[in-house]
């Protein structure tokens, strides 16, 4: 598939009013969290109407953590997802078959400082988040990435508003995942959050295209 200059996503949306906010923002992707220890946790029928309602407008993202591979499986072929990201370390069986169910774009999330060595041929982003995925701390970057990638990185991990243009131009990623920084309270996004975070993003991210 032919890859997108850059890439703005909005994780945690559980609902079909904050999915729709999250569309009319210009935003490329909604990450729904399938794992059942997040306090963002959707349910497969709320899932399901967010992917009818605007899986036209952006792509809807299966975010998995702490499941079996069968789960992942069935829940990708339950929904229809094309797009996954997953937290922990994938057979090569289950890559296989998720490009068999119909998924074009799988996204390896780590932390950032993680040393695990990847076939990075296997995933089309590597997503650098924070040590405890979702709870809005800020990574401590410094001035660079700690490594390099052969796919393209999207970085998270406490993004928001005031700090995702400046981590951009720092960085210098694809992408960038915002979370607890898009939100009123875990799990329910403010739409002036959201607004800014996805035009500041949006702005540093194709400045950093032309420079």
């Known amino acids: ?86 937290h922990d370390a994938p057979s090569r069986e289950l890559l296989q078959d998720l490009r068999a169910a119909g998924v074009t774009f799988v996204i390896r999330a780590l932390a950032y400082d993680d040393a695990t060595t990847l076939d990075d041929e296997f995933f089309d982003a590597i997503l650098l988040d924070a040590p405890q995925p979702g709870s809005g701390a800020l990574v401590a970057w410094g001035d660079t990435l700690p490594r390099s990638w052969s796919r393209p990185v999207i970085i998270a991990g406490g993004l928001n508003d005031s700090n995702v243009a400046e981590l951009v131009y720092t960085l210098s990623p694809w992408g960038v995942d915002g979370a607890s920084g898009t939100e009123k309270s875990p799990g329910v996004k403010d739409g002036e959050k959201v607004a800014s975070f996805v035009r500041n993003a949006r702005v540093a991210l194709e400045g950093k295209e032309d420079s």
């Open 1 to 86: 598939m032919t890859l997108m200059p850059s890439f703005v996503k909005v994780c945690g949306v559980t609902s079909v009013a904050d999915a729709s906010m999250v569309a009319r923002s210009g935003a490329d992707a909604l990450g729904l969290i399938f794992a059942p220890e997040s306090r963002r946790l959707v349910g497969h029928d709320i899932a399901r109407q967010i992917i009818v309602e605007c899986g036209a407008a952006l792509h809807c993202v299966g975010v998995f953590r702490h499941q079996s591979e069968d789960d992942i499986l069935s829940t990708v072929a339950s929904l229809h997802l094309s797009w996954v990201q997953l």
